[in-house]
């Protein structure tokens, strides 16, 4: 099987930084199945709109190595008193350290 495959299978043994399954894709698309029966139950489009930006953030905040848990947490402490045209400074890429 592998040998009538050769040529398909040759970069990923030429390039050690190729990988020969998409786990990494998986894994990140877990979240998002096992909550899909918790989508019937958004309430409204306007209410899967912003689930659906809330799993953006979380995803990109993980994407850019910050705990989104703490990202949150200290995004929404300091909305209140945050300049709305100095918004974009808090997104989970300008924390990145």
Aim: charged content about 25%; aromatic content about 8%.
């Amino acid at each position: 099987y592998a040998l009538t495959r050769m040529v398909r299978l040759r970069p990923y043994l030429d390039h050690g930084i190729l990988e020969l399954d998409n786990n990494t894709a998986e894994r990140a698309m877990r979240s998002v199945a096992i909550g899909r029966k918790n989508y019937l139950f958004v309430g409204s489009q306007t209410g899967g709109k912003a689930a659906a930006i809330a799993y953006t953030l979380i995803e990109t905040a993980k994407l850019n190595g910050v705990d989104p848990q703490a990202w949150l947490a200290d995004t929404l402490a300091r909305i209140p008193d945050y300049k709305i045209n100095r918004v974009d400074d808090l997104l989970p890429w300008k924390t990145a350290s």
